[in-house]
């Protein structure tokens, strides 16, 4: 007992520190889905500070029994958290402003009588259709992408816990 004891407190510094990242990321992908501008930004912002702590933090904290394991895959994790708000938030908000771009347009386009419109309305109307099926696209890619690293990142970190807690917890 004693010795799963030093174990488990260990892995709770560690999933402590990466827990605070991965729910900050959860409030940001929950204001991605509601397609809250302002809720992004603050999220993101949160997210790029909790990472960038988590990363600090383990370094200060020692391996267990030379074991470097769980701190490298949660330095992983926090590594793409912080790329992600950091990087990747800025092709994923641009779809944001195109998409309330084109709607703002749409809107004062569908305003007008057929009659009414003229070159420069369509101009405009086109102009922002394809900014917002370009930031669509770059969206879906990038999000593709962020999505698969993700999952690859969050099945090493609990592979990497199980590991850990396998091999430094004594079966009796």
């Known amino acids: 007992m004693e010795i799963a004891n030093k174990v488990y407190d260990h892995y709770n510094d560690v999933y402590l520190v990466f827990f605070k990242s991965y729910k900050q ?11 809250d501008v302002n809720g992004i930004e603050q999220n993101k912002n949160a997210l790029i500070k909790t990472s960038a702590e988590g990363i600090q933090k383990l370094k200060t904290l020692t391996a267990y029994e030379n074991d470097q394991s769980i701190k490298k895959a949660c330095t992983e994790m926090l590594e793409f958290y912080n790329e992600e708000a950091s990087k990747k938030m800025v092709d994923l908000a641009a779809f944001y402003v195109a998409k309330d771009n084109f709607e703002k347009i749409k809107s004062s ?3 007008k009588t057929p009659d009414k419109r003229t070159p420069t309305d369509f101009d405009q109307y086109n102009a922002a259709v394809n900014d917002y099926n370009a930031a669509s696209n770059n969206f879906n890619k990038v999000n593709q992408e962020l999505n698969n690293k993700r999952n690859s990142l969050i099945q090493n970190w609990n592979n990497s816990t199980e590991r850990f807690t396998d091999k430094h917890v004594p079966d009796n």
């Open 109 to 111: 386009f569908d305003a």
């Open 25 to 35: 990321e959860a409030y940001l992908l929950t204001a991605m889905d509601k397609s």
